[in-house]
């Protein structure tokens, strides 16, 4: 495809694959920190892809474009995509605006066909964003569609996809009708597994655990917010956390901790 323009072309597929992986690890911290504070998981998985040459080249000349590098960075939003899947429709709009809220990603377009299904009763939250990848002479931001759906909807989503390119775009009448029932379905068992969630939320101590973390004092969480980053020197200019300490410890008898452990 790129003879006179490979170069060119690894490079774009270098900042892509880096931009997938920048938003993967956002996306892992996000979920351990949720579990952590309210042991719940709003993800149940998620998985990445970079475009195939094939499918670049039928959307750039789709939309009446030469096919060059400079043209797929420019006018194909989704060359790199991610796919995050949850349980429940609210775990959808929680995590796209845990996205919003990090400071170095920007937020170029999001489309709700939750909220607004397609017209064969697709439903999914879009995002276009861009990320910053850290090279070492420069900063590229890097566009990323981020797709987020229900286990649900990407169920549904699939067999769409197969019978999209079944018959190449033109499905049967009664076909693309039973698949727009099929929507419809999606959508009232996720409204139901919803519901059913939060009533068993009632129960499970959720209200307790949440009054209890809230009584932290703040300024002690915040105290130890910043340690995490700082380097504080001892007063005799020793670390005292050195093996030969530690082994000095031990002789004396001395207990040493660490996050509460004994040592």
Partial sequence: MFYDEAEDWSNALLLYDAALKEINTK???????????????????????????????????????????????????????????????????????????????????VKDYIMNPKENGYMSYHMIVSIPVFLSNKVVETKVEIQIRTIAMDFWASLEHKIYYKFEGNAPEYIRSELKECAKIVSYLDQKMLSLNEEIKKFSGEQVAAEYHDEINDTYKSMIQESFGCIIEEENGEDTNTQESVKEDKKQGKKRFLFGLKS
């Fill in 27 to 109: 996306l892992e911290i996000l979920n351990n920190e949720f579990k952590l504070a309210h042991q719940y998981n709003p993800i149940e998985h998620i998985t990445s892809r970079i475009k195939s040459p094939q499918s670049i080249a039928k959307k750039i000349r789709h939309n009446g474009r030469e096919l060059t590098v400079e043209n797929i960075v420019k006018y194909v939003n989704d060359v790199a995509g991610i796919r995050i899947i949850c349980s429940f429709t609210s775990d959808i709009y929680r995590i796209a605006d845990l996205i919003v809220k990090q400071n170095d990603v920007k937020v170029l377009k």
